[in-house]
């Protein structure tokens, strides 16, 4: 034990990790042969990259119909379930030229993954790929690279046929690409610890190794060290060898810590285990680290989830992987600003809808103390699992790399292995996937027996006739998870009382309905369905994704995420929402979907009578206009009406709007909304003030009209052109508008009810950007100075 030291890094690195996310050159377009790419023009991109987010967009064609074969797909036309992109091809190049250091060592490559199949060519031979690109995969190419010269590296990226998946899924080299440097003879493996924790003080660490040094004595050194840094735990103990293993998983002695800070929500506090093999000399040969979690997870039918032995309801929302005008591109910074905009309006809970995500996403996760139901598919059939191979060729590899690589993550708290399929007929045995889900839980159990696994189920129903009983499929899984089905949580639970229910996916349209209509004692919670508008998915051309949720694809929140911030967090909250459009039915995957339009600006036309509601956890409101009270209501407790209170018939007067909440007389918050003057200027707002010169990160600038007080005008939509200088690059524009034509790559975006917004992404270099915004003479030229660094976040 060597408390309160200061953990130092090895002098010498005995594990190289060497990125190669920047510099390829990029193809779009297939060859027959890979030396045909020598005589093709290709760019320059950085990865993480995805070559469909900047293709133009594709309109339907006059004669295509509605497919209705498959409810499911959602397809209102060819392109639409996937964002109005052509399918294609892409390739890319690099070349890497070896060290003379990496000579009698051992080299691989390690690629995050390939949207949405691929496959890896070193010097025009292949050496490795994947038919699901949303996992990763390693490749040993120790005798493959050639010292003394350049060597080709020739990814090849394909987005196959329009109905292989049913969203929108990007293309190409999305997430990171790196080379992975260690000890020839001994050497941990892929994924190599799992790290559990018991009675939330003790550490236990299983390590998987490769060794081939013939009886040589060989020493395991852990070390453990918190958040600043020091040391909390050291422990060394022999690996004893056996001639029969090359490579085995060898369970390390249990680490009690003292006093350990737990992980939870509230405060995600965690750890890094460095784990390093040692010679007889005690030399280093090897060492990998892995941050994780001191905590408890436990299920039940009495209270759902408890975390350290506190129960906790899952307040979250299912997306897909997409980071909206980046596209598929795994940007770090974007998806740290999405969970941290999330668990400002009080959610604490995302479901991978329907497949991993990044590691990078966990990671964050961790950090934020985000809660993580862990998805691997969506339909169990070759059409939704990459169409290049039959799933149940991959699934075996699958599971082995998913759990392997995210079971350390204290956030993951469930395993799920599928999506809304067991109404298909042509699932493997013909069983209602009961089969194919008992054969994957066995082994997933392999890896990991710490979680309980599930399948989301939509609808949960038995036969095509009745809905009065649940399929056979969700009585089989731990956890009972039902799409859009909360209603029968009750009477399936006095059926089979040993179940557990989680609303995998509620619908926003029933906002508040859904989550108030649930028992919070004994569920495990749910999560909104596309809570964050997205690409893909479209109800129909011209609108090219998803555009029911409570914050728009920009990450603007629209009026309905103040409903949710009321109803998750216990913020005195109070928000005024004009009911523009009431919604009409729009039905998607059985069921109707479609929101209220609301908007929250006063500008309106002189006369109008409108209708609005306000949004608040308080007891009562009263609405002001101009200072003129406009009466008091109360909140109610009906599930199906709780904080939402409806005004109707309010005359529209320029000024002010104001609500103003009460807790037992005391007022507890306030929302007002001003009828703006004419826009007279732009302003311009950076979300990152320690931006990083890393090449990868991200500086989300958000434009906005204002008038003369400084306040957003939302009628006006005229066209910008920005201009970057300094070592920065413009990666995407938005406005939030998903009917507009407008490609989200480029340096031309109009103004969307007064708002646009522009992300840059740093070069590896330091120094001050500039950010040039001109409106053709609209407004003053408007500029934005701001520079990067190598400090840390």
């Keep these: 034990m060597a408390g309160g030291l200061l953990f130092q890094p090895l002098q010498a690195a005995v594990r190289d990790t060497i990125s190669l996310s920047r510099n390829w050159q990029f193809y779009r377009g297939d060859v027959a042969h890979t030396d045909e790419l020598k005589d093709k023009s290709m760019e320059v991109v950085h990865l993480p990259h995805d070559f469909q987010i900047s293709q133009p967009w594709v309109a339907p064609q006059q004669d295509e119909k509605v497919n209705k074969n498959d409810a499911a797909n959602n397809t209102k036309s060819r392109l639409s379930s996937r964002g109005f992109k052509e399918m294609a091809v892409g390739w890319y190049r690099r070349t890497v030229t070896p060290d003379n250091s990496w000579k009698n060592r051992r080299i691989v490559l390690d690629v995050e993954g390939i949207m949405l199949v691929g496959d890896v060519y070193l010097n025009g031979q292949r050496i490795g790929g994947t038919d699901y690109g949303y996992l990763g995969f390693e490749t040993d190419i120790t005798d493959k690279l050639i010292f003394g010269q350049e060597n080709e590296l020739l990814v090849r990226a394909d987005t196959q046929s329009p109905d292989n998946s049913r969203w929108y899924t990007g293309g190409g080299l999305y997430r990171d690409v790196r080379l992975i440097i260690s000890n020839k003879d001994t050497h941990f493996a892929r994924h190599p610890l799992f790290i559990t924790t018991v009675d939330n003080r003790q550490v236990c660490i299983q390590a998987e190794l490769f060794n081939k040094r013939k009886a040589e004595p060989l020493t395991v050194g852990v070390t453990i060290v918190d958040q600043t840094g020091q040391t909390v735990a050291q422990h060394e103990q022999p690996l004893h060898y056996s001639p029969r293993w090359r490579q085995r998983e060898y369970p390390l002695d249990t680490i009690t810590l003292q006093h350990p800070q737990l992980w939870s929500c509230e405060s995600p506090y965690l750890y890094t285990a460095i784990v390093t093999i040692y010679n007889r000399q005690h030399q280093p040969l090897d060492q990998v680290s892995q941050s994780f979690g001191v905590r408890t997870i436990a299920f039940s039918p009495q209270y759902g989830l408890r975390i350290n032995g506190k129960k906790v309801l899952l307040k979250g929302f299912a997306n897909h992987h997409t980071l909206g005008a980046l596209g598929a591109a795994a940007y770090p910074r974007a998806i740290e600003k999405r969970l941290q905009l999330m668990k400002s309006f009080g959610y604490n809970h995302v479901r991978t809808a329907h497949n991993p995500y990044s590691e990078e996403f966990l990671n964050l996760c961790d950090k934020y103390g985000i809660i993580v139901v862990n998805e691997l598919y969506d339909k169990w059939l070759q059409q ?170 920009s990450l603007q929140p629209k009026p309905l995420a103040y409903l949710v911030k009321s109803m998750f967090t216990t913020e005195p909250t109070v928000h005024i929402a004009i009911l523009d459009h009431a919604q009409h039915s729009e039905e998607w995957n059985g069921i109707n979907v479609a929101v209220d339009q609301l908007s929250d600006h006063w500008n309106r036309t002189a006369g109008d009578t409108l209708s609005l509601y306000t949004y608040t956890n308080a007891e009562e409101v009263e609405l002001l206009l101009n200072g003129k009270s406009l009466g008091r209501k109360r909140n109610t407790l009906l599930p199906t009406q709780r904080n939402r209170i409806f005004w109707r018939g309010i005359v529209y007067q320029r000024g002010r709007l104001e609500a103003v909440a009460r807790n037992n007389g005391k007022i507890v918050a306030r929302h007002r909304i001003e009828t703006t003057g004419a826009a007279t200027a732009l302003q311009i707002e950076a979300d990152n003030s320690q931006w990083k010169a890393d090449g990868k990160d991200l500086q989300h600038l958000r434009i906005t009209a204002i008038d003369r007080q400084g306040r957003r005008v939302w009628d006006v939509n005229d066209p910008l052109v920005f201009k970057v200088e300094g070592p920065a690059e413009i990666v995407a524009t938005d406005n939030s508008d998903l009917q507009s034509d407008e490609v989200h790559v480029g340096n031309r975006r ?44």
């Design 750 to 793: 109009h103004l969307y009810h007064g708002s646009a917004l522009v992300i840059l992404r740093s070069t590896g270099d330091t120094g001050n950007v500039r950010l040039t915004v001109d409106s053709k003479g609209r407004y003053p030229q408007t500029i934005w100075k701001g520079s990067t660094s190598h400090s840390r976040r």
């Design 384 to 553: 939704f699992a990459g169409g290049r191979t039959s799933w149940q060729n991959l699934w075996q590899n699958d599971i082995t790399e998913w759990v392997q690589r995210d079971r350390n993550h204290p956030s993951v708290v469930m395993w799920s292995l599928g999506n809304e399929l067991q109404q298909r007929s042509d699932l493997p045995f013909n069983d209602w996937g009961v089969t194919a889900y008992r054969l994957m839980r066995t082994l997933l159990h392999r890896y990991d027996t710490t979680r309980p696994t599930t399948v989301a189920m939509h609808p949960r129903y038995r036969s095509l006739e009745t809905d009065s009983l649940p399929a056979p499929l969700a009585i089989a899984t731990d956890i009972a998870s039902y799409n859009y089905r909360y209603q029968y949580f009750p009477g399936d639970r006095k059926r089979y009382p040993d179940h557990i229910f989680y609303q995998s996916e509620a619908n926003t349209s029933m906002i508040g309905t859904n989550f108030f209509g649930m028992n919070h004692d004994w569920v495990v919670g749910l999560a909104y369905w596309g809570a964050i508008d997205y690409l893909g998915e479209s109800m129909g051309w011209p609108v090219k994704g998803w555009n029911q949720g409570v914050f728009d694809i």
